[in-house]
């Protein structure tokens, strides 16, 4: 056989809208040695996690625990849960990853009915509220953060909308959970899907999820207890009459909240490795606090924003509803986004991202998130990225975008 | 908020049927810094894994990737991408992961006929073949190695029988890639799913999965491309005609391939630090060679064996059809099982497991996997086990069982 080289991989200054740099505490706590799934010292680190999880997503729901994948699959394991076929779904559309909600209800047998607005802005909650009260659905998907165009979606009075016509709220907070606000149960969110590779920057591996006791009430409706783990004189072995099976094993939650209760029902085998890393990069957030982190994204946003004006880079969307960790910048006619990146990655180690669909070669997406969001890396990174624009050609004022960052650093409360 | 400890695991000798202990080069593997997802750099490392899982496969097959998720999502990600609503599908069960492949095949859709056998025992492979003549499915699942009763089932003559009657054949390889034999080509399986956390000693997180072109013709039949991620003139959109799209969009095998090839078509973000475990698993089991490891892997058994049977314990099961990897033992008439695994677990760090359904109370399993089969690991837990029997007023014969594997290992061609 070939010899497969040592791993080594180079080190990187990642800010793209995830996965983003992680913190050397998560990664060391990755290397762990491990512990059996049902050890009493693994199932407490289990129980840590589900009390830091309820903490981060500002929740007292009783369950908030991760789901063993990647993002999507914590909105799946929502969605294929609460979605039964036939049920009405309303998703409104403001960039790529309302159109995944869209993608994947209709698979879960949803008759989906979408709002769609330009790619660039969001909805007037107002408006959504109403779609709501009109088409009344059973379920709403929506999406917090969508990191496709940077914008972040206000969810005021859709989480009333929902409880008046009995529909269930699901978010996805992928990209916001950790760096900027995420209110479970102030805004009435029935379940919430977070991210672990953006601003929690935890590798990406698991999902964290929470939802409440009305969205519970629709899963156990619907719940069936595997073959192979029946035992004589169990209740509620089938789904109630008329209510069909949630249609995957692997992501149903009525099983996930069993193996995270106390009676520990087997399920699947848990992530030994990437749960001691959940539950570090969680011991990290909340020892920094949520609104000092909120804080801290804030700062190296305005940063950032400041050297790229400076520069006389265009952002692009709608200012009103940009993400705190999500900057996107136009790029400049005539110049080939994909060689600046490549240029940016292979001569200076920094990472920023690219887009989608109609935003494909319009935009660069950066992001300063976790522990990415750094002033040594929004300093070094206006500066590669003034270089590598004029290496370019672009037409691009030299100079200034590292002195109006640290111009906004020096101007106070910046760490 | 109360002060989470840091993370400290004790150390423990894992001798359970998975997950077991891990390679310190695996280990440190996962603490690497991370790279972009699509950074060459690594998608290098992506490339390397696929052609290393198709040396441990045994296979030529195009398609050999780790699914983002524990083993169950690899096997849930076969039958959901190869099932179509109402079609047959056959189960020979013999245990508890027998009813998994049932219970999820049902949850596809399947109209699911098995064949039943007893706990401890397997099928003539000739019967099952017969069946596939007579039942004419779809899909034949079966489970390969069965970790709750310790048995492996001989596959000869089936894979011929599927392709006779046009059957796809699913394998749930999980407990026996990289420990015994898994034939992919040469026994004809159209689908294989391995498991991590078991046999290659990486935690539990990727679900090695290959299948062939005979699989791929249907999963490309079915195939949708993502809503978001459509372009204008893009092939394919939507299933043939007259076919229903793959109901799951995480676990859907002909998105999945498409982001594991050179179109790298962007679906989930790939695990950053679990493929680097895994890449360095797969390294580690083809430096010692395949050959090699079964080898290392049976002669840990019969030390295990001799231990255990020079102490008077029975062993559980046909031993005709026993897997090298897992020994059950019957647990003597009178004797507490669970306060016997609590005792090894508090007293002496060693985790063996209890069985399920039919089982539970009735035995327990030792695991011998990966780089938990090791010659002080068998011989720790003789003597605990001894130890641990003996306090609990087992009859037990004691000051042989060491001596008896000691002498297997002296008997020669014993690492």
Redesign the interface.
């Known amino acids: ?2 010899a ?1 080289a040592e ?6 200054s ?1 800010m ?1 809208p ?2 983003v ?2 913190d050397p505490r998560v ?11 049902f ?1 009493p ?2 199932t407490a ?1 289990m129980n ?1 996690t589900m ?2 999880l309820r ?1 981060v997503f500002r929740t007292d729901n009783r369950w908030a625990y991760p789901v ?6 914590g909105i ?1 394991a929502a969605l ?1 849960s609460l979605i039964e076929p036939g049920d009405k779904v309303l998703v409104p559309i403001y960039g ?5 909600l ?3 209800a209709e ?3 949803a008759e989906v009915v979408t709002l769609e607005q330009a790619w660039g802005r969001v909805f007037d909650p107002a408006d959504i509220a109403d779609a709501i009260r009109r088409e009344r659905p059973q379920l709403v998907a929506v999406v917090h953060g969508e990191t ?1 165009t940077g914008r972040v979606q206000p969810l005021d009075g859709i989480g009333a909308a929902c409880r008046e016509t009995d529909a269930l709220l699901v978010v996805d907070a992928v990209a916001t959970l950790g760096g900027m606000p995420v209110e479970t149960d102030a805004w009435q969110l029935d379940a919430v899907v977070g991210g672990s ?1 953006k601003c929690l920057s935890v ?3 698991m999902a964290p999820i929470t939802y409440n006791a009305r969205a519970e009430a629709k899963i156990l409706a619907r719940k069936r207890v ?4 029946r ?1 004589p004189g169990m209740a509620n072995l089938e789904p109630a009459e008329g209510r069909r ?7 149903d939650l009525a099983q996930l909240q069993d193996y995270w209760s106390a009676a520990r029902l ?9 749960l ?2 959940l ?2 990069g969680l ?1 990290i957030a ?1 020892q920094e606090g949520l609104e000092a982190r909120w804080a801290r994204h804030r700062r190296h946003e305005a940063a950032l924003v400041a050297g790229l004006e400076a520069m006389g880079m265009r952002l692009f969307g709608d200012s009103s509803c940009k993400m705190a960790v999500v900057t996107c910048v136009e790029i400049p006619e005539g110049i080939d986004g994909e060689s600046v990146r490549a240029m940016l ?1 292979s001569m200076f180690g920094i ?1 920023i991202a690219n887009s ?2 109609p935003l494909k070669g319009r935009i660069w997406r950066i992001g300063t998130m976790g522990y990415s969001c750094r002033r040594d890396n929004v300093l070094r990174l206006l500066g590669a990225f003034e270089a590598v624009l004029a290496r370019h050609g672009a037409s691009v004022k030299t100079g200034a975008a590292v002195q109006a960052a640290l111009d906004v650093y020096e101007a106070g409360e910046i760490e």
């Open positions: 056989m070939r497969y791993l080594s991989p180079s080190p990187r990642i793209t995830g996965p740099e992680v990664l060391r706590a990755l290397s762990y040695p491990i512990l059996g799934q050890d010292e693994f680190l840590d009390e830091m903490l063993d994948g990647t993002s999507r699959s799946e294929t790529r990853f309302g159109h995944l869209h993608e994947i698979r879960c047998g496709s590779q590798p990406s591996g595997e073959r192979g783990l035992v099976f949630i249609q995957s094993n692997y992501l087997n399920h699947h085998t848990e992530m030994t490795c990437m001691y890393g539950r570090e011991r909340l990655l990472e989608f669909g």
